[in-house]
């Protein structure tokens, strides 16, 4: 397809169980952003790749997140030992770069953790 | 700390009217801002943009407002119609560093 894709759209894990979630951006798309959206609030920032440059980690909430983008392709988010604050819709976005600016959103994953 | 901020979680505007939604922002690098809409269950979608360099920006009924020196920008949507009930994010950037930063957002419900 030609727009942001997610996998899967919906996950439901136990706690203490890893996840992996994946995002196939625009072709083309050098740069590729996370967001996490709890229920009812507004969208927090994980992690932006750009090219080949190192990924700006900063948004990642600990040590248990952490996300692989294999060139300017796939790009896999991990949550390990999943909590049950974890919960939220992911959202993959991309765009063609820095500097045209506008972002290309999934549809999200919802995450349940029970 | 929050460097782009919608202050407003919701506005509600009867059909016809205007809606203006107020975003603030911090960082005086950033230098284009956009505006997102998003339906339940769906990812957000860009709605319009404005340059650093501007102070107005206009597409349909949507235009954007930009006052640097305030660091504020508001969108205003004229006339406002049931359909535009979703939720709006402000997004901001700094075109040397690539990364938008978004507002929480403001839930806008238009009333037939």
């Known amino acids: 397809g030609a727009g942001v894709s997610q996998s899967p759209s919906n996950k439901v894990t136990e706690k203490g169980k890893d996840v992996e979630l994946r995002c196939d951006p625009i072709s083309g798309h050098t740069a590729l952003y996370w967001y996490r959206q709890r229920l009812g609030q507004g969208l927090e920032f994980l992690i932006y790749?750009?090219?080949?440059?190192?990924?700006?980690k900063s948004g990642l909430p600990s040590d248990r997140f952490s996300a692989e983008r294999t060139g300017e392709s796939v790009s896999t988010l991990t949550i390990q030992r999943t909590q049950q604050e974890d919960s939220a819709v992911y959202l993959c976005?991309?765009?063609?770069?820095?500097?045209?600016?506008?972002?290309?959103f999934g549809q999200g994953t919802r995450l349940t953790v029970v | 700390d929050q460097q782009v901020k919608q202050n407003s979680p919701s506005l509600s505007v009867q059909e016809g009217r205007i809606s203006i939604l107020n975003c603030d922002y911090t960082n005086s690098m950033f230098d284009y801002f956009l505006w997102y809409k998003k339906y339940p269950a769906e990812g957000p979608t860009f709605l319009i943009s404005?340059?650093?360099?501007?102070d107005k920006n206009e597409d349909g009924r949507f235009t954007v407002f930009l006052n640097k020196s305030a660091k504020h920008l508001s969108l205003h949507i004229v006339p406002s119609q049931p359909g535009d009930s979703a939720v709006y994010f402000c997004?901001?950037?700094?075109?040397?560093?690539?990364?938008?930063?978004f507002g929480d957002g403001t839930t806008l419900t238009v009333k037939p």
């Open positions: 976005a991309s765009s063609p770069g820095p500097v045209n600016t506008e972002a290309f």
């Open positions: 997004a901001a950037i700094n075109t040397n560093a690539g990364k938008s930063t």
């Open positions: 790749f750009q090219g080949n440059s190192a990924p700006d």
């Open positions: 404005i340059s650093s360099i501007k």
